[in-house]
Protein backbone atom coordinates (compact mmCIF):
# COMPACT_ATOMS: atom_id res chain seq x y z
CA UNK A 1 0.00 0.00 0.00
CA UNK A 2 0.65 3.28 -0.60
CA UNK A 3 3.00 4.60 2.61
CA UNK A 4 4.87 8.19 3.02
CA UNK A 5 6.58 8.77 6.19
CA UNK A 6 7.97 12.67 7.05
CA UNK A 7 10.87 13.31 8.95
CA UNK A 8 13.39 15.77 9.84
CA UNK A 9 10.75 18.61 12.10
CA UNK A 10 11.59 19.59 15.25
CA UNK A 11 12.73 23.18 17.10
CA UNK A 12 14.71 25.97 15.33
CA UNK A 13 15.38 29.59 15.98
CA UNK A 14 14.46 32.13 13.63
CA UNK A 15 16.52 32.82 10.88
CA UNK A 16 17.99 29.03 11.16
CA UNK A 17 17.55 26.17 8.17
CA UNK A 18 15.91 22.21 8.21
CA UNK A 19 15.41 19.71 5.66
CA UNK A 20 12.43 17.87 5.73
CA UNK A 21 12.26 14.25 4.24
CA UNK A 22 9.48 12.41 2.86
CA UNK A 23 9.99 8.30 2.30
CA UNK A 24 7.72 6.63 -0.32
CA UNK A 25 7.20 3.21 -0.92
CA UNK A 26 4.30 1.35 -2.29
CA UNK A 27 4.12 2.85 -5.66
CA UNK A 28 6.22 3.51 -8.49
CA UNK A 29 7.60 6.90 -6.99
CA UNK A 30 9.37 8.59 -10.60
CA UNK A 31 5.49 8.35 -12.00
CA UNK A 32 4.45 10.92 -9.57
CA UNK A 33 4.19 14.60 -8.73
CA UNK A 34 4.99 14.96 -5.18
CA UNK A 35 3.74 18.04 -3.01
CA UNK A 36 4.17 19.77 0.57
CA UNK A 37 1.42 20.52 2.27
CA UNK A 38 1.61 22.61 5.84
CA UNK A 39 -0.83 23.69 8.65
CA UNK A 40 0.06 26.30 11.64
CA UNK A 41 -1.34 24.88 14.72
CA UNK A 42 -4.90 25.34 14.76
CA UNK A 43 -5.24 26.94 11.13
CA UNK A 44 -5.77 25.62 7.69
CA UNK A 45 -4.21 23.61 5.06
CA UNK A 46 -1.57 25.99 3.22
CA UNK A 47 0.23 24.43 -0.03
CA UNK A 48 3.79 25.29 -0.63
CA UNK A 49 5.58 23.63 -3.21
CA UNK A 50 5.42 20.54 -5.80
CA UNK A 51 7.57 18.70 -8.07
CA UNK A 52 7.12 16.63 -11.29
CA UNK A 53 8.10 13.36 -11.05
CA UNK A 54 11.12 14.15 -13.34
CA UNK A 55 12.02 17.14 -11.17
CA UNK A 56 11.87 19.44 -14.09
CA UNK A 57 8.87 21.20 -12.96
CA UNK A 58 8.74 22.85 -9.94
CA UNK A 59 5.86 25.49 -8.08
CA UNK A 60 6.46 27.15 -5.10
CA UNK A 61 3.60 29.53 -2.71
CA UNK A 62 4.73 32.99 -2.70
CA UNK A 63 5.17 32.53 1.01
CA UNK A 64 7.99 30.60 0.85
CA UNK A 65 9.52 31.18 -2.94
CA UNK A 66 13.15 32.13 -2.22
CA UNK A 67 13.21 30.15 1.03
CA UNK A 68 12.31 26.65 0.39
CA UNK A 69 13.51 24.26 -1.78
CA UNK A 70 11.56 21.29 -2.79
CA UNK A 71 13.44 18.40 -4.66
CA UNK A 72 13.46 14.87 -4.95
CA UNK A 73 15.81 11.79 -5.00
CA UNK A 74 14.15 8.97 -7.34
CA UNK A 75 16.74 6.02 -6.56
CA UNK A 76 15.72 6.70 -2.99
CA UNK A 77 12.10 7.54 -3.05
CA UNK A 78 12.33 10.53 -1.37
CA UNK A 79 11.29 14.00 -1.28
CA UNK A 80 12.84 17.07 0.28
CA UNK A 81 11.91 20.12 1.61
CA UNK A 82 15.05 22.67 2.21
CA UNK A 83 13.81 25.51 4.55
CA UNK A 84 16.19 28.47 5.08
CA UNK A 85 14.96 31.87 6.72
CA UNK A 86 12.99 30.50 8.76
CA UNK A 87 10.30 32.26 10.69
CA UNK A 88 7.89 32.08 13.32
CA UNK A 89 5.26 31.79 11.10
CA UNK A 90 6.34 29.01 9.56
CA UNK A 91 5.87 26.95 12.45
CA UNK A 92 4.06 24.13 11.61
CA UNK A 93 2.90 20.30 11.22
CA UNK A 94 4.26 19.80 7.14
CA UNK A 95 2.71 16.84 5.42
CA UNK A 96 4.24 15.67 1.90
CA UNK A 97 1.12 14.11 -0.40
CA UNK A 98 1.44 12.81 -4.21
CA UNK A 99 0.34 14.44 -6.54
CA UNK A 100 0.12 17.67 -7.84
CA UNK A 101 -3.69 19.04 -6.61
CA UNK A 102 -5.56 18.25 -10.25
CA UNK A 103 -7.32 15.18 -9.28
CA UNK A 104 -6.82 15.96 -5.52
CA UNK A 105 -3.64 14.90 -2.84
CA UNK A 106 -4.54 10.88 -2.77
CA UNK A 107 -2.37 9.84 -0.09
CA UNK A 108 -0.98 11.71 2.60
CA UNK A 109 2.20 11.27 5.00
CA UNK A 110 1.60 11.86 9.08
CA UNK A 111 3.15 15.26 9.17
CA UNK A 112 6.47 16.24 10.74
CA UNK A 113 6.19 19.21 13.39
CA UNK A 114 8.79 22.11 12.66
CA UNK A 115 8.47 24.86 15.83
CA UNK A 116 10.57 28.15 14.74
CA UNK A 117 11.37 29.72 18.22
CA UNK A 118 13.86 31.22 20.24
CA UNK B 1 -6.29 34.61 4.10
CA UNK B 2 -7.64 32.06 1.69
CA UNK B 3 -9.58 32.73 -1.64
CA UNK B 4 -11.63 29.67 -0.91
CA UNK B 5 -14.35 30.50 1.71
CA UNK B 6 -16.31 27.68 3.65
CA UNK B 7 -18.25 28.23 6.46
CA UNK B 8 -16.60 27.68 9.54
CA UNK B 9 -18.59 24.95 11.32
CA UNK B 10 -21.89 22.82 10.65
CA UNK B 11 -24.26 20.24 12.84
CA UNK B 12 -26.30 18.34 12.84
CA UNK B 13 -27.68 15.00 14.26
CA UNK B 14 -26.73 11.56 13.25
CA UNK B 15 -28.62 10.39 10.24
CA UNK B 16 -29.40 13.51 9.24
CA UNK B 17 -27.51 15.48 6.01
CA UNK B 18 -25.15 18.30 5.79
CA UNK B 19 -23.85 20.30 2.92
CA UNK B 20 -20.49 22.74 2.68
CA UNK B 21 -20.14 24.96 0.74
CA UNK B 22 -17.25 25.98 -1.16
CA UNK B 23 -17.27 29.83 -2.78
CA UNK B 24 -14.64 31.03 -4.80
CA UNK B 25 -14.07 33.10 -8.19
CA UNK B 26 -13.47 32.57 -11.95
CA UNK B 27 -9.77 32.00 -11.59
CA UNK B 28 -9.91 28.90 -9.24
CA UNK B 29 -13.29 26.85 -9.08
CA UNK B 30 -14.84 28.32 -12.09
CA UNK B 31 -12.09 27.00 -14.27
CA UNK B 32 -10.22 23.84 -12.72
CA UNK B 33 -11.46 20.58 -10.83
CA UNK B 34 -11.92 20.84 -6.46
CA UNK B 35 -11.18 17.80 -4.65
CA UNK B 36 -12.70 17.80 -0.98
CA UNK B 37 -10.69 16.21 2.28
CA UNK B 38 -11.42 15.16 5.37
CA UNK B 39 -9.15 15.64 8.26
CA UNK B 40 -10.44 14.14 11.45
CA UNK B 41 -8.81 15.13 14.66
CA UNK B 42 -5.14 14.82 15.18
CA UNK B 43 -4.86 12.53 11.89
CA UNK B 44 -3.82 13.74 8.25
CA UNK B 45 -6.11 14.92 5.49
CA UNK B 46 -7.25 12.36 3.48
CA UNK B 47 -9.12 12.87 -0.19
CA UNK B 48 -12.43 12.58 -0.52
CA UNK B 49 -13.94 13.73 -3.32
CA UNK B 50 -11.71 14.57 -6.61
CA UNK B 51 -12.60 15.86 -10.22
CA UNK B 52 -15.32 17.42 -8.15
CA UNK B 53 -17.79 14.53 -7.91
CA UNK B 54 -15.73 11.72 -7.87
CA UNK B 55 -15.12 9.33 -4.85
CA UNK B 56 -11.55 7.55 -4.61
CA UNK B 57 -11.92 3.62 -3.63
CA UNK B 58 -12.95 3.31 -0.75
CA UNK B 59 -15.00 6.05 -0.01
CA UNK B 60 -18.84 5.21 0.98
CA UNK B 61 -21.43 6.79 -1.24
CA UNK B 62 -22.50 8.98 1.58
CA UNK B 63 -20.49 11.53 1.05
CA UNK B 64 -20.87 13.60 -2.93
CA UNK B 65 -19.18 16.89 -4.28
CA UNK B 66 -20.76 18.53 -6.88
CA UNK B 67 -19.86 22.23 -8.62
CA UNK B 68 -21.68 25.38 -10.16
CA UNK B 69 -19.85 28.06 -11.80
CA UNK B 70 -17.70 29.86 -9.09
CA UNK B 71 -19.03 27.49 -6.10
CA UNK B 72 -18.72 23.82 -5.14
CA UNK B 73 -20.56 21.90 -2.39
CA UNK B 74 -19.73 18.50 -0.34
CA UNK B 75 -22.69 16.20 0.72
CA UNK B 76 -22.37 14.22 3.78
CA UNK B 77 -26.06 12.20 4.01
CA UNK B 78 -26.48 9.33 6.84
CA UNK B 79 -24.39 11.56 9.33
CA UNK B 80 -22.45 9.46 11.27
CA UNK B 81 -20.22 10.66 15.04
CA UNK B 82 -17.52 9.56 12.73
CA UNK B 83 -17.48 11.69 10.62
CA UNK B 84 -17.03 14.74 13.22
CA UNK B 85 -13.99 16.29 11.22
CA UNK B 86 -12.82 19.47 9.66
CA UNK B 87 -13.33 19.17 5.88
CA UNK B 88 -11.54 21.40 3.30
CA UNK B 89 -11.93 22.10 -0.39
CA UNK B 90 -9.32 22.47 -2.94
CA UNK B 91 -8.27 23.26 -6.27
CA UNK B 92 -5.57 25.15 -8.71
CA UNK B 93 -6.12 28.93 -9.08
CA UNK B 94 -4.68 30.94 -12.36
CA UNK B 95 -4.32 33.82 -10.54
CA UNK B 96 -3.23 34.20 -7.30
CA UNK B 97 0.24 33.50 -4.99
CA UNK B 98 -0.10 29.65 -4.91
CA UNK B 99 -0.97 27.67 -7.44
CA UNK B 100 -3.27 25.33 -5.18
CA UNK B 101 -5.55 26.81 -2.64
CA UNK B 102 -7.63 25.21 -0.23
CA UNK B 103 -10.55 26.79 1.27
CA UNK B 104 -11.09 27.79 4.79
CA UNK B 105 -12.14 24.90 6.42
CA UNK B 106 -15.35 23.72 7.70
CA UNK B 107 -15.90 21.93 11.47
CA UNK B 108 -18.37 19.16 11.00
CA UNK B 109 -20.08 18.52 14.56
CA UNK B 110 -22.86 15.39 14.96
CA UNK B 111 -25.11 16.29 17.65
Known amino acids: QVQLVESGGGLVKPGGSLRLSCAAS????????MSWIRQAPGKGLEWLSY????????YYADSVKGRFTISRDNAKKSLYLQMHSLRAEDTAVYYC???????????WGQGTLVTVSS | QSVLTQPPSVSAAPGQKVTISCSGSRSNIGNNYVSWYQQLPGTAPKLLIYENDNRPSGIPDRFSGSKSGTSATLGITGLQTGDEADYYC????????????FGTGTKVSVL
Open chain 1, 97 to 107: ARGEGGVGFDS
Open chain 1, 51 to 58: ISGSGYTI
Open chain 2, 90 to 101: GTWDGGLSAPYV
Open chain 1, 26 to 33: GFSFSDCY
